[in-house]
């Protein structure tokens, strides 16, 4: 993984990334027995999965990732990588 979102009954209340953990794992090894939200940064952006692609781009622009909601549930994760791929 390269980022993950971090989920608490069913919602997202923040977000990991592979590069950033292991730089503060790195800095500090204590972090190993901490829990996930001394290291969490903000939550990755949640759109419908009814968006329109333009707004999943323009989300992309500032987010690494974003979350697809579908009836209340978080279903899946777009990310700029995924994006790409698909135009």
Known sequence: FSQLPV???GHSIGSLR????MAAVLEDRSLLDSPVSEIMEPSFPVVPHTCDVSIA???LKD????????Y???GGM??????VEFT
Not at 63 to 70: G, H, S
Not at 78 to 83: G, I, P, Y
């Open 7 to 9: 989920m608490e009954d």
């Open 78 to 83: 777009l990310t700029r990588h995924d994006l």
């Open 63 to 70: 987010a690494r990732a974003i979350l697809i909601e579908d």
């Open 18 to 21: 592979d590069n950033r953990v």
């Open 57 to 59: 781009i323009r989300h």
């Open 72 to 74: 209340g549930i978080i």
